[in-house]
C-alpha cells in the first residue's frame, strides 16, 4: 500500500480518508514499513468495512493485516445496534474463535533440558493432531449440544481440566446465550468425533521459555519469570465452526438482501443485529466460541498429563485463553456516551486495559494478557491491554505474525524436512509434524517479521510489550 | 484439468472442463488435491449428496462444502467426482473413494471452507467453463 494516499497520524497510525459510500474513515495501525508491506487488497476491504451500517469511530486494522474474507484478517470494527447496526459473517470467519491458550509450569529452561525428547514424543502421541485425526471423546448429539452451551465448564465437568482454569479463559470458559437449536445438525455432525483434535494448517502447540522480559512489574502480576517453560497452543472450533460459517454465508447474504444493505461485497454477508437472521447467527456463533473454549480446554490439560508423566512433580497451571475471530457484545465509551457495542475481530485479540470487568482478579491491575503467537522458529509474545488501546481500538490488538508470502509460493521455497532439521541444528527446537508439506507452508520465512508487528502494537499503544517466548518443541497438525 | 493459484493467506481452486458439470468435479479435484496425495485414494465406495443455491456460483459453493461436509461425517476422502445432473441451480453428484487413513492418503493441510472469494463460473476464450474460488485453509 502506498502510504501517500494515507493521512499520517503518528509513526504507527495512518488514516484512510472517509469517501464515497464511507460511513466512518479508515484507521491503520502499524509502522510505515507494514503499511507499505499490505497489498491494495487491505485499504479495498477496510473502505467496504467502511461503508456497513451503524459502524462507530472507525474500521480498522492491525498491523499484521492482509487480504481476507470481506473484512481483512486483522480487522476490527463495531456497530451499534440503536443505529441499525449489523453483524457480519465477514468480520469472525470460518475458523469461530480461533485463539491461544496458553498454560505456566514450575520448570524452568535448564531442568526441562533432560526431558525434552520423551516429552517431545508423548505430546505428539497425545495431542490428536492433522487431517483426519480423531479426538479421544466421541459424543452424540445430546452430548455435544451440552458442549455447546456449556463449553470449557462441560469439559471439566467429564475430568478434561480443573475448576480454576475457568477463572483465566476468556467469558470463564463459557458465552452466555448460546442456541445450539440455531447451529444446523450437519454442523455437530462433523463434530462428533473433533473435540480436542488441534487440526492442522497454522494450528500448533508449542513448549516454549520466557527468554526475555521488558516489563517486569507486570510480568511479576502475571507470575512469569525468566527461563520459566510455558505450553501454547493455538486452535479453534474445528469443522463444527467452519459449518456454521457456511450455513449463516447463505442465511446472511439472503438477509442482507431482504433488508437492502447494498453490501460493497458479497463476502461480508451482514444482517441488522435487531434482525431474527442477526440474532439466530449469534447465537449460533456463541456455540461456536463455547467449542472452540471446550477444545483448547482438552487440548490444554491433555498437554498437562503428558507434563506430569514425563516430567515428576511438574506443575501445570493456565494462564490465559484469548480468541481472534470473534464478535462480542461489549461497552465502550464513544464521545461521552457509554454504548453497547457488537465488536468484531477478525485474526484481532481482545486487549482490554486495566479495570474492565471482564479480566480475571489476578489480572485487574495488570491489563488482559494479550497472547501473540509467532511462528516455529522465531518468537511468541506477551502483551498487556492498556486503557488507551481500550480507547483507540475498543480495545484490540494484533493476532499473530500474519502471512506475508503465499501458501504456495511458500512450498516452492522451502522443504519441510530442512526446515525441521535447521530449526533442530541451528535454534534446537524440536519440531514434530504430521505433514512435511505443512511445514513448508508454515515456514517462519513465509510470515511477515512478528518482532516488527509485535512493536507496531506496542508503540501505537494498543497494548504494551510484557514478555518474549522462544519455542524448544513445536508440534504441528 | 485443474489448477491452484497464489491468494497471500489461503489457496485459490479452479477447475476446467467441456461444461459446467465437469469444471465442477475438476475444482472438487483441485480441493482434494490440497488436502491429500490424490493417486492414493481407491474409488472403492460410493456416496450421493445434493446441493442447491440461488446462483450457479453459489452452488459451487455449496458442492465443494457438502464435500468437505461429507469428509467429516463419513471420515472417507474421494478421488472421483461426478455430477450427475444439473438443472436451475441445484444438483445431483456421486463420490467415489474410501476411508480417510493419514498414513496412506499423505494428509497435508485441511481445508475450512470453500469460500464467496474469487468465486466465479465462466466461460473462457476457448470456450471451456472454469469455475474457482479461494478455499480458507
Given at each position: 500500500?502506498?502510504?501517500?494516499?494515507?493521512?499520517?497520524?503518528?509513526?504507527?497510525?495512518?488514516?484512510?480518508?472517509?469517501?464515497?459510500?464511507?460511513?466512518?474513515?479508515?484507521?491503520?495501525?502499524?509502522?510505515?514499513?507494514?503499511?507499505?508491506?499490505?497489498?491494495?487488497?487491505?485499504?479495498?476491504?477496510?473502505?467496504?468495512?467502511?461503508?456497513?451500517?451503524?459502524?462507530?469511530?472507525?474500521?480498522?486494522?492491525?498491523?499484521?493485516?492482509?487480504?481476507?474474507?470481506?473484512?481483512?484478517?486483522?480487522?476490527?470494527?463495531?456497530?451499534?445496534?440503536?443505529?441499525?447496526?449489523?453483524?457480519?459473517?465477514?468480520?469472525?470467519?470460518?475458523?469461530?474463535?480461533?485463539?491461544?491458550?496458553?498454560?505456566?509450569?514450575?520448570?524452568?529452561?535448564?531442568?526441562?533440558?533432560?526431558?525434552?525428547?520423551?516429552?517431545?514424543?508423548?505430546?505428539?502421541?497425545?495431542?490428536?493432531?492433522?487431517?483426519?485425526?480423531?479426538?479421544?471423546?466421541?459424543?452424540?448429539?445430546?452430548?455435544?449440544?451440552?458442549?455447546?452451551?456449556?463449553?470449557?465448564?462441560?469439559?471439566?465437568?467429564?475430568?478434561?481440566?480443573?475448576?480454576?482454569?475457568?477463572?483465566?479463559?476468556?467469558?470463564?470458559?463459557?458465552?452466555?446465550?448460546?442456541?445450539?437449536?440455531?447451529?444446523s445438525y450437519k454442523a455437530k455432525k462433523r463434530q462428533f468425533k473433533e473435540v480436542g483434535t488441534l487440526g492442522s494448517g497454522n494450528h500448533y502447540l508449542e513448549v516454549q521459555y520466557i527468554d526475555e522480559i521488558y516489563n517486569e512489574k507486570i510480568a511479576k502480576m502475571y507470575g512469569l519469570e525468566k527461563n520459566q517453560i510455558v505450553i501454547s497452543l493455538h486452535c479453534g472450533s474445528r469443522a463444527l465452526g467452519h459449518q456454521i460459517g457456511v450455513d449463516y454465508t447463505k442465511t446472511l447474504t439472503e438477509a442482507s438482501q431482504k433488508y437492502n444493505l447494498n453490501l460493497p461485497d458479497k463476502e461480508l454477508a451482514a444482517a441488522p443485529i435487531n434482525s431474527p437472521e442477526g440474532q439466530d447467527y449469534f447465537a449460533a456463533m456463541k456455540a461456536g466460541v463455547n467449542t472452540a473454549l471446550a477444545n483448547r480446554q482438552v487440548i490444554g490439560h491433555l498437554a498437562r498429563t503428558a507434563f506430569e508423566k514425563i516430567i515428576p512433580n511438574s506443575e501445570v497451571k493456565m494462564f490465559y485463553d484469548i480468541s481472534h475471530n470473534t464478535c462480542k457484545e461489549e461497552e465502550h465509551i464513544i464521545g461521552?456516551?457509554?454504548?453497547?457495542?457488537?465488536?468484531?475481530?477478525?485474526?484481532?485479540?481482545?486487549?482490554?486495559?486495566?479495570?474492565?470487568?471482564?479480566?480475571?482478579?489476578?489480572?485487574?491491575?495488570?491489563?488482559?494478557?494479550?497472547?501473540?503467537?509467532?511462528?516455529?522458529?522465531?518468537?511468541?509474545?506477551?502483551?498487556?491491554?492498556?486503557?488507551?488501546?481500550?480507547?483507540?481500538?475498543?480495545?484490540?490488538?494484533?493476532?499473530?505474525?500474519?502471512?506475508?508470502?503465499?501458501?504456495?509460493?511458500?512450498?516452492?521455497?522451502?522443504?519441510?524436512?530442512?526446515?525441521?532439521?535447521?530449526?533442530?541444528?541451528?535454534?534446537?527446537?524440536?519440531?514434530?509434524?504430521?505433514?512435511?508439506?505443512?511445514?513448508?507452508?508454515?515456514?517462519?520465512?513465509?510470515?511477515?517479521?512478528?518482532?516488527?508487528?509485535?512493536?507496531?502494537?506496542?508503540?501505537?499503544?494498543?497494548?504494551?510489550?510484557?514478555?518474549?517466548?522462544?519455542?524448544?518443541?513445536?508440534?504441528?497438525? | 484439468m485443474y489448477e491452484l493459484f497464489e491468494h497471500t493467506a489461503d489457496i485459490g481452486i479452479r477447475g476446467f472442463g467441456k461444461s459446467i458439470e465437469e469444471s465442477f468435479e475438476e475444482t472438487a479435484k483441485a480441493m482434494t488435491s490440497i488436502l491429500v496425495d490424490l493417486n492414493t485414494i481407491e474409488p472403492k465406495k460410493t456416496i450421493k449428496i445434493t446441493a442447491e443455491a440461488n446462483s450457479i456460483e453459489e452452488l459451487l459453493f455449496e458442492f465443494l462444502n457438502e464435500i468437505l461436509a461429507q469428509i467429516d461425517i463419513e471420515g472417507m476422502i474421494f478421488s472421483e467426482f461426478k455430477i450427475t445432473k444439473l438443472k436451475n441451480n441445484k444438483l445431483e453428484a456421486e463420490l467415489k473413494g474410501e476411508e480417510l487413513k493419514p498414513k496412506k492418503h499423505h494428509t497435508k493441510t485441511q481445508v475450512k471452507a470453500a469460500t464467496y472469494s474469487q468465486l466465479k463460473v465462466y466461460q473462457n476464450q476457448n470456450k471451456e467453463w472454469v469455475s474457482q474460488c479461494i478455499v480458507d485453509v
Open positions: 500500500m502506498d502510504v501517500a494516499q494515507l493521512n499520517k497520524i503518528s509513526e504507527y497510525e495512518w488514516e484512510i480518508k472517509q469517501t464515497g459510500k464511507m460511513n466512518v474513515p479508515g484507521r491503520i495501525f502499524a509502522s510505515q514499513a507494514l503499511v507499505e508491506e499490505m497489498g491494495d487488497k487491505v485499504k479495498e476491504q477496510i473502505q467496504n468495512v467502511a461503508q456497513l451500517p451503524g459502524i462507530q469511530k472507525s474500521a480498522m486494522a492491525m498491523p499484521d493485516a492482509h487480504w481476507g474474507y470481506g473484512f481483512p484478517i486483522g480487522g476490527v470494527a463495531a456497530f451499534d445496534p440503536e443505529e441499525e447496526g449489523v453483524i457480519c459473517m465477514g468480520g469472525v470467519g470460518y475458523d469461530i474463535s480461533c485463539g491461544v491458550r496458553t498454560l505456566k509450569t514450575n520448570l524452568t529452561l535448564e531442568e526441562i533440558q533432560p526431558y525434552l525428547k520423551p516429552l517431545a514424543d508423548e505430546l505428539f502421541k497425545t495431542v490428536p493432531a492433522g487431517l483426519g485425526v480423531h479426538g479421544k471423546i466421541k459424543l452424540d448429539e445430546k452430548q455435544l449440544d451440552e458442549v455447546l452451551l456449556n463449553g470449557a465448564e462441560w469439559v471439566i465437568e467429564k475430568g478434561y481440566g480443573l475448576e480454576e482454569d475457568l477463572e483465566y479463559t476468556e467469558e470463564k470458559g463459557k458465552m452466555e446465550g448460546a442456541d445450539p437449536t440455531k447451529v461521552n456516551k457509554k454504548k453497547k457495542l457488537f465488536v468484531h475481530r477478525k485474526g484481532a485479540t481482545r486487549a482490554f486495559g486495566p479495570g474492565r470487568k471482564e479480566l480475571p482478579k489476578a489480572y485487574m491491575q495488570a491489563g488482559q494478557p494479550v497472547l501473540i503467537g509467532g511462528t516455529m522458529g522465531t518468537s511468541s509474545f506477551i502483551l498487556a491491554g492498556t486503557e488507551e488501546g481500550t480507547e483507540k481500538t475498543f480495545g484490540s490488538a494484533c493476532h499473530g505474525a500474519g502471512r506475508g508470502m503465499s501458501r504456495k509460493q511458500a512450498k516452492k521455497q522451502f522443504y519441510g524436512e530442512n526446515i525441521i532439521s535447521n530449526l533442530k541444528q541451528q535454534h534446537k527446537i524440536i519440531v514434530k509434524a504430521h505433514s512435511a508439506a505443512g511445514v513448508a507452508e508454515e515456514a517462519p520465512g513465509a510470515y511477515k517479521n512478528v518482532e516488527e508487528v509485535v512493536n507496531s502494537v506496542h508503540y501505537a499503544g494498543l497494548a504494551k510489550k510484557i514478555i518474549r517466548l522462544k519455542p524448544v518443541i513445536n508440534i504441528k497438525g | -
